[in-house]
């Protein structure tokens, strides 16, 4: 049944959006200087869209274009032990930059040389470490708890100390990462025992580098082990034994940090506990977070799933990496994997070559596919070295002065800039959940969004009905979501996405809640309906309500009011189905005896 004006006939409706220009209509200078700002994972993807892209994605003008471009460079850190008569731990540290030392026709090699600017002696390099612009930020201590901030400006050399946090902290146990283009500093404390287990609570600090101030962002509850950290997607991952944490900014306090247990992807969709491995070393290339697990080797995380995956080549095949990994990182958009061996003379180690495996990274469809393009020695390092650290800030040609550079995005054009009959066409097409976030940006838009002009403008479009019909027992729901068909069963959520390869198209997992502070537990209850509304999964769970299904998180969680209360809901029978843009519930009560025939009826 639709909703329709008597005397007009109802407009056509597609909820197609319109095909895209294609590119085919621009030059190819204007493609190419497109092309030149999409990362090199994405190529193989778009060389399947046309002949012309993929001559395109492989031609030198694209290469010297994107030359061309401000980009990062790889400094190396190596932190070397001295020998000293009183016995105490001495270090010292030594940097160079990964760079090209020849080139051929058919070859190109690769090594560490010294850093054109050199930089001064300082003991807090090896503290933890994030990188932000051209500036190399160490943060805290590195066997002591210490409040202390140094940055390192590499295109000066200059070293100099900034504002003091206010808890004191030390590498490895502070997790640090970049959201917006701010310092997230996370943990770093020694640990307390509780409920049989070991945790730190302790106050999240942002740094703001435009600034230059820090402030705090609630405590929050972290594990003790040491951790590998790194920012993905507007969040900070922190990888440790056999558990990966994520914490989110734009969650609300006591809901920021959510521990996983690490598990990986196996055949046939199945997860499988990530056992017996350590961690290496972590990296991001192109948004996307990579691990390096001793002995399992190289992989990387899926963020839709919340599951660990092996890197493999574009055959499917594992790639033949090493059992270990000293460092990791992003060159050019490929992956660089550094690690150190003994050279031996006769049977006394002297030295340690410095070896490198550049890999390049292509997206096929979900899949992040491999192939190692090169793979050398880089540097011969005395044997006392211990640890490579290696970070990415921003670097420019000689020649060329320093353009100026921003973490943050462009924004986006003003709303204001439109005419209200334009911006009331647009809010008519966005779904009605999003109108309580809209109402915040401005005054304006608070007052269109109440307008009964867009009411009007929302009746237009054909919409759909909403038919019931009842049926006694229901044994797995089911609803498409983000192009993938959720089925919901007793105890356990699959998700089945076609998009995927043969065999790993199906995930099952254990149905789980998300609690305060951000502890998943088991949800061990009847599902008695799901439904889908504005492109979200939600589904009444037998005692428990209405919840939602987080499918970044893969969590189920309660629907709340914006009090942030539960809302007050039956406990059993129900059915659900979206309607004009809001949550239907359908509930069925008990209504009384009939007398002729012993029947009971109930009201719905």
Same mark, same amino acid.
């Given at each position: 049944m639709s909703n329709s004006n008597a005397v007009e006939p109802p407009k056509k409706y597609t909820t197609h959006p319109p095909p895209p220009h294609s590119l085919s209509s621009l030059p190819d200078d204007i493609v190419?200087?497109?092309? +030149?700002?999409?990362? *090199?994972?994405?190529?193989?993807?778009?060389?399947?869209?046309?002949?012309?892209?993929?001559?395109?994605? *492989?031609?030198?003008?694209?290469?010297?274009?994107?030359?061309?471009?401000?980009?990062?460079?790889?400094?190396?850190?190596?932190?070397?032990?001295?020998?000293?008569?009183?016995?105490?731990?001495?270090?010292?540290?030594?940097?160079?930059?990964?760079?090209?030392?020849?080139?051929?026709?058919?070859? #190109?090699?690769?090594?560490?040389?010294?850093?054109?600017?050199?930089?001064?002696?300082?003991?807090?390099?090896?503290?933890? $470490?994030?990188?932000?612009?051209?500036?190399?930020?160490?943060?805290?201590?590195? @066997?002591e708890p210490s409040k202390d901030l140094w940055i390192l400006d590499t295109r000066s050399g200059n070293m100099t100390q900034g504002?003091?946090?206010?808890? +004191?902290? /030390?590498?490895?146990?502070?997790?640090?990462?970049?959201?917006?283009? /701010? !310092?997230?500093? !996370?943990?770093?404390?020694?640990?307390?025992?509780?409920?049989?287990?070991?945790?730190? &609570?302790?106050?999240?600090?942002?740094?703001?580098?435009?600034?230059?101030?820090?402030?705090?962002?609630?405590? =929050?509850?972290?594990?003790?082990?040491?951790?590998?950290? +790194?920012?993905?997607?507007?969040?900070?991952?922190?990888?440790?034994? $056999?558990?990966?944490?994520?914490?989110?900014?734009?969650?609300? =306090?006591?809901?920021?940090?959510?521990?996983?247990?690490?598990? #990986?992807?196996?055949?046939?969709?199945?997860?499988?506990?990530?056992?017996?491995v350590t961690v290496g070393c972590v990296c991001v290339v192109e948004d996307v977070l990579f691990a390096f697990f001793n002995p399992t080797g190289l992989m990387w995380f899926d963020t839709k799933l919340y599951v660990w995956r092996k890197l493999v080549g574009r055959d499917g095949k594992e790639l033949p990496f090493i059992l270990r990994a000293d460092a990791m990182g992003e060159y050019e958009g490929r992956l660089v994997v550094l690690y150190m061996l003994? &050279?031996?003379?006769v049977h006394n180690p002297v030295a340690k070559s410095v070896r490198c495996i550049f890999v390049s990274l292509d997206r096929a469809g979900d899949m992040i596919c491999g192939t190692i393009d090169w793979s050398g020695i880089v540097a011969t390092v005395p044997f006392l070295t211990s640890s490579i650290n290696a970070t990415m800030p921003l670097s420019y040609d000689a020649d060329e002065p320093p353009k100026k550079y921003s973490t943050h995005p462009l924004p986006p054009p003003s709303l204001s800039s439109l005419p209200d009959d334009i911006v009331l066409r647009c809010l008519a097409l966005v779904p009605r959940s999003y109108h309580l976030s809209l109402s915040w940006v401005s005054k304006n838009l608070r007052s269109l969004v109440r307008s009964p002009e867009l009411r009007g403008l929302r009746s237009i479009p054909q919409k759909s009905s909403l038919n019931a019909c009842f049926q006694e027992y229901v044994s797995r729901c089911g609803a498409s979501v983000e192009g993938k068909l959720y089925m919901v069963e007793y105890e356990e959520t699959s998700v089945y996405n076609p998009? &995927?390869? &043969?065999?790993?198209?199906? %995930?099952?997992? %254990?149905?789980?809640?998300?609690?305060?502070?951000?502890?998943?537990?088991?949800?061990?209850? #009847?599902?008695?309906?799901?439904?889908?509304?504005?492109?979200?999964?939600?589904?009444?769970?037998?005692?428990?309500?209405?919840?939602?299904?987080?499918?970044?998180?893969?969590?189920?969680?309660?629907?709340?009011?914006?009090?942030? /209360?539960?809302?007050?809901?039956?406990?059993?029978? #129900?059915?659900?189905?979206?309607?004009?843009?809001?949550?239907?519930?359908?509930?069925?009560?008990?209504?009384?005896?009939?007398?002729?025939?012993? @029947?009971? $009826?109930?009201?719905?």
């Open positions: 190419l200087s497109c092309l +030149a700002r999409v990362p *090199r994972s994405y190529h193989l993807n778009i060389s399947w869209v046309s002949k012309h892209l993929k001559a395109l994605v *492989r031609s030198p003008e694209l290469n010297l274009l994107r030359s061309t471009l401000p980009k990062s460079s790889l400094h190396v850190c190596f932190e070397e032990e001295e020998d000293h008569e009183d016995d105490e731990n001495h270090s010292s540290f030594h940097w160079f930059t990964l760079k090209e030392t020849s080139t051929t026709a058919t070859t #190109t090699e690769y090594g560490l040389v010294p850093n054109p600017t050199p930089f001064p002696p300082h003991p807090k390099y090896g503290s933890s $470490t994030v990188a932000v612009g051209s500036k190399i930020f160490f943060i805290g201590g590195f @066997t504002p003091s946090m206010t808890v +004191a902290r /030390k590498q490895p146990k502070a997790a640090v990462g970049v959201i917006d283009g /701010k !310092i997230y500093v !996370i943990g770093g404390r020694d640990f307390s025992f509780s409920n049989g287990r070991f945790h730190e &609570e302790v106050q999240v600090e942002v740094f703001d580098p435009e600034s230059e101030t820090w402030e705090l962002a609630g405590q =929050e509850r972290v594990r003790k082990f040491s951790r590998c950290s +790194a920012s993905v997607e507007g969040k900070v991952f922190m990888v440790e034994y $056999t558990r990966t944490s994520v914490y989110n900014p734009r969650e609300g =306090e006591g809901e920021r940090m959510v521990h996983m247990v690490s598990k #990986t992807l196996a055949e046939g969709g199945r997860k499988d506990r990530l056992k017996n003994a &050279e031996k003379e998009r &995927e390869c &043969e065999g790993e198209r199906m %995930v099952h997992m %254990v149905s789980q809640r998300l609690e305060k502070g951000g502890r998943k537990d088991r949800l061990n209850d #009847t599902v008695d309906c799901v439904c889908v509304v504005d492109d979200v999964l939600f589904a009444f769970v037998r005692w428990n309500g209405i919840m939602w299904f987080d499918t970044k998180l893969s969590v189920w969680r309660r629907l709340v009011g914006r009090d942030g /209360k539960q809302l007050p809901f039956v406990l059993h029978e #129900t059915a659900m189905a979206e309607h004009d843009g809001r949550l239907e519930v359908l509930w069925d009560g008990l209504r009384g005896e009939n007398e002729v025939d012993n @029947t009971y $009826t109930k009201n719905v």
